[in-house]
């Protein structure tokens, strides 16, 4: 099954560009290659782009709070696992004290950091961070991998706080929604939400289907209109029913 998320807002959108980012600087910076880690590196300063704004820090905040007061609100439930609920408390509770813990606007210590910031500058021009251009970084790319994986992970640390947010946040939204079996007949599917607020949508295709969801929606509705690919690989209208399971989550 294929995944596909939507996300109804600007701030679930953030959140999703961010952990898609996390995880590919995961995925690098466990490889060996000066040329894996120099994107691993490039990673952090996307990351750095998508997280530059000043409320992103309070937002999680107050959202792992409002998590934390709902999650509460479950204890005296005798259907709630006592053991499961008290295990996603504390991860919220140590989640929460570690991004307090951190200091300035998300990603300060890197751009006090000449050095980090030269780089950065030169990465944003096509072929700027050549050899001829930043010596000093192709001397440290000649650094063992792991000296080079140590040096990474220690600019990044500051910033894993955040993304255990997100993950906790992240989380915790798609387990909100029930899925419901569907099928989007001549590859089409509308639905009217009528008013009702969501915060995203997941869709679940067979990938053997090879169909493609392309997808929009509001607060009104939701319309998903199925295509494929053809040799070209450009988007052509899906031939026939396709069905799918829907997800609409909200906290």
């Known amino acids: 099954m294929i ?18 980012l996390y995880e590919k600087f995961r995925f690098f910076i466990q490889q060996d290659h000066p040329l894996q880690h120099h994107v691993a590196l490039a990673t952090i300063y996307e990351m ?32 709630v696992e006592a053991a499961s609920l008290d295990a996603i408390l504390s991860e919220i509770e140590k989640t929460s004290s570690a991004l307090i813990s951190i200091q300035g606007k998300t990603g300060q210590h890197i751009r006090d950091n000449e050095w980090l ?24 790319q000649q650094q063992p991998a792991a000296q080079r994986r140590s040096d990474i992970s220690g600019w990044f640390a500051p910033l894993e706080p955040m993304f255990g947010a997100i993950n906790i946040v992240l989380r915790l939204l798609r387990e909100s929604g029930r899925a ?33 969801p392309e997808i929009s929606a509001n607060k009104y509705v939701l319309w998903i209109r ?23 989550c909200n906290f």
């Open 3 to 20: 995944v596909y998320e939507y996300p109804f807002n600007e701030r679930i959108r953030t959140l999703l560009r961010l952990e898609d």
């Open 48 to 79: 750095l782009e998508v997280a530059g704004r000043a409320d992103l820090k309070s937002e999680l905040l107050q959202e792992l709070e409002r998590q934390k007061q709902t999650l509460n609100g479950f204890k005296s439930n005798p259907n």
């Open 117 to 140: 910031m030269s780089i950065r500058g030169r990465t944003i021009i096509p072929g700027g961070a050549c050899e001829f251009d930043l010596p000093s970084y192709h001397a440290w």
């Open 180 to 212: 419901s079996k569907i099928v989007a007949t001549a590859g089409s599917y509308q639905q009217m939400l009528q008013g009702r607020t969501y915060q995203m949508l997941r869709v679940h295709l067979d990938e053997k289907l090879c169909a493609i």
């Open 226 to 248: 199925f295509t494929s690919q053809g040799g070209d690989l450009k988007p052509k209208p899906f031939e026939g029913d396709v069905p799918f399971e829907l997800t609409l």
